[in-house]
């Protein structure tokens, strides 16, 4: 009797062990959600610096629960969705507003409408993930570049305005309302195109991608731990850039090839035509 209980007892816990495992993803959904949240009260407030925080904790914690489901095998349509609505809020919709109440707030009429293109380009590029992530995508690469980057970048602006290495070079780092308006209209047509954008690097020690990516995470953990006010909104531009340049040298490149394909193709053409008039009777 003690012995069939004993066998039936851990069965008995799994339907809950598994629906612990379960709510875990979901729950840091609802804190990246949180920490949106809380990123617009406080830009509301004038506290820009700590809302652009908020934003990079809302950033961890969509980075957590993706990798939990993943790792537990509890991914769901339910949990896509939900991070996907979540997604729309803390990089789309706080940003915008950060922005708005730093930069735009008194800008005009109509100067909001900037926010509007925004938060419709992250909602736009969610979308197209959802449709298309079940395989599209190259492994290793998003199409177009991230939502959470973009929010990211725009958020941390404050705290790099702030810094002392950007008050030495004002002439070159100080973007001002002009240079605002072009980097949230760059970001939103980054997310709409098709350029390919690095997930984030495998760590390993086996091979040399492994051995590169565990180098470039540690490099990323140092410029988080030592300087994150200058490294996350320069990490952000450079990643933008990032694609823009390797799609830019992938086009040339290919152009390139392609008078010598013709060339070589006219050549092959030329011998045929040659070896078939010696070979008519």
């Not at 012995?3 to 804190?31: C, H, K, W, Y």
Request: proline share 5%; with cysteine; charged share 15%.
């Amino acid at each position: 009797m003690s012995d069939q209980v004993s066998v039936n007892r851990p069965e008995s816990r799994r339907p809950g062990l598994r629906r612990a495992i379960v709510v875990i993803p979901s729950a840091f959904t609802l804190g990246n959600l949180f920490c949106g949240i809380w990123a617009i009260v406080s830009a509301a407030q004038g506290n820009f610096k700590w809302a652009g925080w908020f934003i990079v904790f809302a950033g961890m914690a969509d980075i957590l629960d993706g990798r939990l489901a993943r790792m537990s095998h509890t991914g769901t349509r339910f949990g896509a969705e939900l991070d996907s609505l979540v997604d729309v809020i803390s990089f789309g919709v706080a940003p915008a507003m950060i922005m708005y109440f730093l930069e735009f707030a008194e800008a005009g009429k109509f100067a909001w409408t900037l926010c509007f293109i925004y938060v419709a380009a992250v909602a736009v590029r969610l979308a197209r993930y959802n449709i298309t992530a079940a395989g599209s995508d190259k492994p290793g690469w998003f199409t177009g570049l991230p939502s959470p980057a973009a929010g990211m970048t725009l958020a941390t602006y404050f705290a790099f305005s702030q810094t002392e290495w950007y008050q030495k070079f004002p002439e070159y780092l100080d973007l001002q309302r002009q240079g605002l308006i072009f980097l949230m209209l760059a970001l939103s047509a980054m997310m709409l195109s098709t350029i390919k954008y690095p997930r984030s690097p495998r760590i390993g020690l086996r091979s040399l991608s492994g051995i590169l990516g565990t180098l470039i995470t540690i490099g990323i953990l140092v410029g988080v731990i030592f300087a994150p006010s200058t490294f996350f909104f320069l990490f952000g531009i450079s990643y933008l850039l990032f694609g823009i340049v390797r799609s830019a040298v992938i086009a040339l490149s290919e152009r390139a090839e392609d008078p010598v394909d013709a060339q070589t193709l006219q050549v092959r053409n030329h011998h045929d035509h040659d070896r078939n008039e010696d070979s008519a009777p």
